[in-house]
């Protein structure tokens, strides 16, 4: 059975200085893997969609990696704003048409 | 892309009611998937609901509790049935055609 883990829980920085939130999943079997952003009552955004033959995508200050042979994948938010403040989840797929099993995901809050 | 429009956006409820939530897509889709979150939680699937058959539901979700619709390929309801204080959550609905959209959610309150 996939599981996937975030670490950590939460996290709180001053404005500028730059995120890296870490995903691990412990099935390296997986199709795509996607971050999302969920504001407080909220539903999901869409971030970033990493493919299984992908290393990284990129998106204005979005950066996530993939590493499949470890089961880890981790996104890189440059320069910080109070705007970022939200939770990120990361899911992964394991195969196409398979159900999303999502990470606990993390809180951020950037300080101004 | 997809977008998903979800209504009601959140509702206070009385125990023993049912609430009803919408989810329409603005392009067809063959699988869309209702999800919860209760407070302070990740997301757990209830159940997938393809046009033109029965919802398949995840272990410990059933269609009493809650019943699901796809009358079309752009359109699907999730009703919570009979409902109790620890019905309290975010519910939503989602599609997938290779990277999974999500709507904004209903915020339902159980009092």
């Known amino acids: 059975k996939q599981e996937v883990t975030q670490i950590p829980a939460a996290l709180s920085v001053p404005e500028g200085e730059n995120l890296v939130l870490n995903c691990s999943f412990t099935d390296s079997a997986i199709y795509n893997l996607q971050w999302f952003r969920q504001d407080p009552g909220k539903g999901l955004t869409s971030l970033l969609l990493?493919?299984?033959?992908?290393r990284e995508q990129t998106s204005g200050r979005l950066n996530a990696s993939l590493d499949k042979s470890s089961g880890r994948s981790t996104l890189y938010i440059a320069a910080s704003q109070p705007g970022d403040s939200a939770t990120y989840l990361c899911?992964?797929?394991?195969?196409?048409?398979?159900?999303?099993?999502f990470g606990g995901g993390t809180r951020v809050l950037v300080k101004p | 892309s997809a977008v998903i429009s979800q209504k009601p956006s959140r509702d206070i409820c009385q125990r023993g009611t049912s609430l009803t939530i919408q989810c329409q897509v603005d392009s067809q889709v063959t699988m869309m998937f209702w999800y919860r979150q209760q407070p302070g939680q990740s997301l757990t699937l209830i159940a997938t609901?393809?046009?033109?058959?029965?919802?398949?539901?995840e272990s410990g979700f059933v269609i009493d509790k809650f019943p699901i619709s796809r009358p079309n390929l752009t359109f699907s309801t999730l009703t919570v049935s009979n409902m109790s204080p620890e019905d309290s959550s975010i519910y939503l609905c989602?599609?997938?055609?290779?990277?999974?959209?999500f709507g904004q959610g209903t915020r339902l309150t159980v009092v």
């Open positions: 899911a992964v797929y394991k195969a196409a048409g398979n159900k999303l099993t």
């Open positions: 609901a393809n046009q033109g058959s029965e919802a398949t539901y």
């Open positions: 990493i493919q299984s033959s992908q």
């Open positions: 989602s599609v997938r055609d290779f990277e999974a959209f």
